[in-house]
């Protein structure tokens, strides 16, 4: 079955579902450019099951793909996504490419070469003057392409008012120019504008940094690829099922030439610290759990106002389970990847997405909240066994 044909289940409840003790859904978006068609199969899989997200944040293409999703009601979610993916991959290549590794890889190239000189449709266009030849602290001086054209594509796709209404918790992550500090927009605190997107995605040199407020931002993958981090933050006590779809993988195989170099080098500069994520998490829990429990061992009236509401914010601690989805790269796949957007590769990543997913999803057991204690759970398909 083709991931991007119209199913015919039936229609979704008024409450999507979710396991039980689950206080809330998760879906985490990773940066990786032309690889975010992959996301897209993912969320098909997850809204041909009946799960919709509570909470979607993401940086750069997740970003673009999250306000996607939060920006429209669950019934049109995948149309939108379907639209945006066909715009800005209807570019034609080849009309024909013969089969084996050896023309997929020249075909791939030729996509790529493409994407540099004439950018892509509703996404990114090249400015008119190149940067190199424009004077400093004039707006194409900064970099390669004009990012106009998808603020146009998300005021079509994306409904703001909804961002902006909290129906889903929505986030995206984006690094402050001067200061170099990572941010999230988050619709809990600030209004949701297309800049905020447009932000998390501005990758320098090829795209411009974007200007909210006073100060100005580029792309979040440049500090952090992943918002697992935003979420593992929030001092909220949910119990949350996490599903985390990376478009980098950490683990490959050892480079054979330059080009091997090249790519291996962009997956494990990009990849997510989920790993690292988790332990820190998992360390600050046991922590936690420990002082609680000395705590406990205290009468209350010989602890301090502070103690006392030390215990308090400590008890009863959040479970989480992570569903790790991690985009595994295709043979003839280059370190251009993230930049070859053709129409056939964006279908072979968004099915690849779908499968995943649906392989994920056949696991009942790791589609549960841990027991209570347990912190933190790790789940990757393609590892088959807990991190």
């Not at 306000?67 to 080849?94: C, V």
């Not at 279908?347 to 690849?352: P, Y």
Request: charged share 25%; with cysteine; proline share 6%.
């Amino acid at each position: 079955m083709d991931a991007r044909t119209p199913t015919s289940s039936a229609p979704l409840s008024s409450r999507s579902w979710r396991p039980h003790r689950c206080d809330r859904i998760a879906l985490v978006l990773q940066g990786g450019g032309a690889l975010g068609a992959y996301q897209a199969g993912v969320y098909q899989a997850l809204h041909e099951a009946n799960i919709e997200p509570d909470w979607v944040c993401g940086v750069s293409i997740g970003a673009i793909n999250s306000s996607i999703i939060a920006g429209n009601p669950p019934s049109k979610r995948l149309d939108k996504l379907h639209t945006f993916w066909d715009r800005i991959t209807e570019r034609k290549i080849w009309h024909y490419t013969p089969d084996g590794d050896i023309y997929r890889k020249a075909r791939n190239h030729v996509s790529s070469l493409m994407t540099t000189t004439l950018g892509q449709p509703g996404f990114f266009k090249p400015h008119n003057i190149n940067p190199w030849f424009s004077p400093a602290g004039a707006s194409t001086a900064t970099s390669f392409y004009d990012s106009s054209p998808l603020k146009s594509t998300l005021l079509e796709l994306v409904d703001f008012d909804r961002i902006n209404a909290k129906e889903t918790r929505f986030a995206v992550g984006a690094v402050n120019v001067l200061s170099g500090n990572f941010i999230y927009f988050d619709n809990a605190h600030e209004e949701i504008v297309p800049e905020h997107i447009m932000a998390s995605g501005a990758l320098p040199p090829a795209l411009p940094m974007v200007k909210i407020g006073t100060d100005h931002f580029w792309d979040g993958g440049i500090v952090s690829n992943t918002p697992l981090q935003h979420l593992l933050d929030q001092d909220d006590r949910l119990n949350s099922l996490v599903f985390q779809v990376d478009l980098f993988s950490a683990r490959g195989a050892l480079p054979r030439d330059l080009p091997d170099v090249l790519g291996r080098h962009k997956d494990i500069m990009y990849s997510s610290r989920t790993r690292y994520n988790t332990d820190v998490y998992r360390q600050m829990h046991d922590l936690k759990t420990q002082l609680y429990n000395a705590l406990t061992k205290v009468p209350d009236e010989l602890l301090s106002d502070e103690e006392r509401r030390t215990k308090a914010t400590i008890d009863n601690l959040p479970e989480i389970t992570i569903l790790q989805i991690i985009y595994q790269q295709k043979a003839y796949e280059g370190h251009a990847k993230d930049h070859e957007f053709s129409g056939t590769s964006m279908r072979e990543h968004w099915q690849s997405g779908y499968e995943d997913t649906r392989r994920t999803l056949k696991r009942q057991e790791w589609m549960s909240i841990p027991p209570e204690g347990a912190g933190i759970v790790v789940h990757d398909v393609h590892r088959e066994h807990n991190l």
